[in-house]
């Protein structure tokens, strides 16, 4: 099934319902989207975009994003969504690698493709040619498509070499929204969505459960994260949900306690996308309530290994509630998550090895790259990457990328480990672990830190902590203070810039 007919299915139940917003303005009735949509997926065809064939969106958090996502899986072609933070150039590659050859824009990134050379034909969504699309013709359905059909072409984020297209199908698309509802959490049709976090990611799927249900889609005028313009949509709107890197939590909580606002109108924040520290969460949760759910996935499996619920996150009763709030809890409804070996054998409960998964929203492999493709899905599983270990109630605890992952004199190190130590002394705002070549032990520990406001780097005082919690082995062997940590445009931390720098040290 196309997975545009869950917007087919609301907009005929519920035409009138308002659907998508800019700020509080409502821009869009459900019937609206459904017709603009199918606008663009008539314009699609005109234009000689086959059944399957790539079209990018290169585009800030905008109502138009979303009609013309919709739009793409209409007309029975691929969507291409690419960060609108990237270069250009960065973009221009995407959009080449994926063999797009119509890409919808927004002004700055119109110029910005523009500049570079790019052949594809850009249609700006602000411009008289999207606004003709929008007075022609309109597809009522959507193309017929199987499950195993593409439907997104997620390119990974390129933290390492060229980013790898992450070929998505309206199967894994639907098991994902489905599983949500099973493992995570309810939408109802009174539920808005904000969508400051970037729609090119997890956020942009993350609309489909709130299209089946006929909720509100609420894009800020910023086009982006802003703390005190979430606070007040939430305020305005009230059952909000949103999606937020780790990152934006702890941004979300320092502003709402130096505001004193407690984020009224919040119901949901799904955090995912990175390592959640414990004392972060506990932090946000003790601020802002019981509205903190998390999700653990890739783009090799779009959000769908993992769920916690909001009641484990919120949960003190329990007597392992810190260790099960340290997970990304357990495995989704439609997938198996094993911890495996060297050899891809299972573990025993607790050991640390690969988290491997398979199952219905698990990708069918990278575009244009089997030999990617064959070392990442074995024998049906996917290697995520990631080192985690799962206890006997299933709850798993995701330790690092196993490339993160520190060998010194023989000893593993999981760099999460000492950063969650790290992280319960007050003054440290932010850290990142990471080994550093020595040539007796292999590799040594060392820390980056970030000191809050006001305070400065105590080596003597970070050792102590380490030494009280974690074994002697583990401490960090130099402590170097950083103004703030280099991030990519997920807000996840650049581990390879940090050993680059410590190579540039040396």
Known sequence: MNIAEYLRRTAVLSPERAALFLGETCVATYGAFLHQAGQVAAFLQSAGVAEGAPVAIFMKNVPEYLV?????????????????????????????????????????????????????????????????????????????????????????????????????????????????????????????????????????????????????????????????????????????HMFAAPTMVKRMTLAAKAAGTRGAGLRSVVYAGGPMYTADIIEAVDWFGPVFLQIYGQGECPMGIAALSRHDVSDRSHPRWRARLGSVGRAQSAVEVMIGGADCKPLPVGEVGEIMVRGDTVMHGYWKNPEATAKTLVNGWLMTGDMGSMDADGYITMHDRSKDMIITGGSNVYPREVEEVLLELPEVEEVSVVGRAHPEWGEDVVAFVVMADGAALDSGKLDAQCLENIARFKRPKAYFALRALPKNNYGKVLKTELRQMLEEMS
Request: glycine share 10%.
């Open 68 to 240: 013309v996502q919709y739009g793409i899986w209409m007309a029975g072609a691929v969507a291409v969504p690419i960060n609108a933070k990237l270069h250009g150039r960065e973009a221009a590659w995407i959009i080449d690698n994926a063999e797009a050859e119509i890409v919808f824009t927004s002004p700055s990134l119109t110029e910005a493709l523009e500049e570079v050379g790019c052949a594809a034909r850009l249609v700006d969504v602000t411009t008289p040619e999207y606004g003709a699309i929008l007075t022609g013709a309109s597809l009522t359905e959507p193309m017929a498509r199987e499950g195993d059909d593409l439907a997104w072409l997620f390119y990974t984020s390129g933290t390492t070499g060229r980013p790898k297209g992450v070929m998505i199908t309206h199967k894994m698309l639907r098991s994902m929204a489905l599983c949500y509802f099973v493992d995570a959490d309810q939408v109802s049709a009174d539920d808005a969505a904000l969508y400051a976090a970037p729609l090119s990611h997890g956020s942009g799927i993350y609309n489909i459960m709130h299209v089946m249900v006929g909720a509100r889609h609420v894009c800020p005028p910023s086009g982006g994260f802003d703390e005190t313009e979430i606070f007040d949509l939430a305020a305005h709107f009230g059952r909000a």
